[in-house]
T-cell receptor
C-alpha cells in the first residue's frame, strides 16, 4: 500500500506565476489535510478537505490560495501570483473517515525567485 | 482551542545520554497527542501517539512518552541517544472537537547528538 504521494517534490516559480501542488492520499483515505511549514517554523494547518468538499479552510490565506479534492484524481493546492513569502514546504496528510491519525507525504518545497 | 508549547528549540545531548524533549499542551477536551520526527528535507514520520488508555506510550526507535494530565505534558524520552536520532521533533495535539482531527503542531525541537 503506497503512502501519501506528493508531486512535485521541488518546485521553482518566479514571482507572479502560478504554483500547483498535488497530493494523492493513501488508498482508502477520503480525508486530506494541507499544511505549510515556513523556514524555522512548525507546520501550520491550511485546509481540510473531503472528496468534493472543503470542510475547514480557516488556515488558508484569503487571497491567491485555493484547494480542491475532486471525485477523481489528486487533491490540488493552487497558489496564484506567487510571492517570495510563499516559499515554504507544503505537506499533505490523509486519513480514513473517522481516523485519528494523519499520514504525511514527503512534502513539496516551493521556492519563489 | 488547542495549542502546543515545546520548550527549547534546540537540544544537544551526548551520544548515549538521556534524551528529554518537553511538550506541554492545552486542550478543552481529552486530547490526542503525537510526536513526529522530521529528518532534513523529508516529511514527518510518526514516532508515537496517545489516544486513550495507558499513559506511557512506546514508539519506534526506542522513544517513549508519558501523558500527564495533571501537568498537561507529553514529554518525549529515550534512555540512550544515538547519532541517527539527530533530527527535528514535533509535538502535536488534536481534540476532535470539530468532528475531525485538526492537528496543531508545536514549533519543533532540533535535537543534536554529539559524538
Amino acid at each position: 500500500n503506497a503512502g501519501v504521494m506528493q508531486n512535485p517534490r521541488h518546485l521553482v516559480r518566479r514571482r507572479g506565476q502560478e504554483a500547483r501542488l498535488r497530493c494523492s492520499p493513501m488508498k482508502g483515505h477520503s480525508h486530506v489535510y494541507w499544511y505549510r511549514q515556513l523556514p524555522e517554523e512548525g507546520l501550520k494547518f491550511m485546509v481540510y478537505l473531503q472528496k468534493e468538499n472543503i470542510i475547514d479552510e480557516s488556515g488558508m490565506p484569503k487571497e491567491r490560495f485555493s484547494a480542491e479534492f475532486p471525485k477523481e484524481g489528486p487533491s490540488i493546492l493552487r497558489i496564484q501570483q506567487v510571492v517570495r513569502g510563499d516559499s515554504a514546504a507544503y505537506f499533505c496528510a490523509s486519513s480514513p473517515a473517522g481516523g485519528r491519525e494523519q499520514y504525511f507525504g514527503p512534502g513539496t518545497r516551493l521556492t519563489v525567485t | 482551542a488547542q495549542s502546543v508549547t515545546q520548550l527549547g528549540s534546540h537540544v544537544s545531548v551526548s551520544e548515549g545520554a538521556l534524551v528529554l524533549l518537553r511538550c506541554n499542551y492545552s486542550s478543552s477536551v481529552p486530547p490526542y497527542l503525537f510526536w513526529y520526527v522530521q529528518y532534513p528535507n523529508q516529511g514527518l514520520q510518526l514516532l508515537l501517539k496517545y489516544t486513550t488508555g495507558a499513559t506511557l506510550v512506546k514508539g519506534i526507535n526506542g522513544f517513549e512518552a508519558e501523558f500527564k494530565k495533571s501537568e498537561t505534558s507529553f514529554h518525549l524520552t529515550k534512555p540512550s541517544a544515538h547519532m541517527s536520532d539527530a533530527a527535528e521533533y514535533f509535538c502535536a495535539v488534536s481534540d476532535g472537537v470539530m468532528g475531525y482531527q485538526k492537528v496543531t503542531f508545536g514549533t519543533g525541537t532540533k535535537l543534536q547528538v554529539i559524538p
